[in-house]
Nanobody, 121 residues
Framework: QVQLVESGGGLVQAGGSLRLSCAAS????????MGWYRQAPGQDRELVAT???????NYADSMKGRFTISRDNAKKTVYLQMNSLKPEDTAVYYC???????????????WGQGIQVTVSS
């Protein structure tokens, strides 16, 4: 079984910063794409950013220039550095990883349990 565990969320004032982490554990042969999504109350889950195994990144337009996604393959961890936070960034943030459990296994997409980020005005 694979588990993704997020950390680093919390309450911050507008203009502040937070760094989210998400570590994978369990039966893992390789990890391809890692990413972050978020879901605000009453809204659909939306893409924040993704990073491929080759470290190619992709960001939602509203996060460009403020958020930075990175990964540490040795630690099986993905990070999201969030700067210049706004009240509208308040949401539950979910990490996701596309993982192959063994050399012969298919890839599966796994999700973390979600972590709350609240930005006060």
């Amino acid at each position: 079984q694979v588990q993704l565990v997020e950390s680093g969320g919390g309450l911050v004032q507008a203009g502040g910063s937070l760094r989210l982490s998400c570590a994978a554990s369990g039966s893992i042969f390789s990890i391809n794409v890692m990413g972050w999504y978020r879901q605000a109350p009453g809204q659909d889950r939306e893409l924040v950013a993704t990073i491929t195994g080759a470290s190619t990144t992709n960001y939602a337009d509203s996060m460009k220039g403020r958020f930075t996604i990175s990964r540490d393959n040795a630690k099986k961890t993905v990070y999201l550095q969030m700067n210049s936070l706004k009240p509208e960034d308040t949401a539950v943030y979910y990490c996701t990883m596309t993982i192959r459990g063994s050399v012969s296994a298919a890839t599966n997409k796994y999700w973390g349990q979600g972590i709350q980020v609240t930005v006060s005005s």
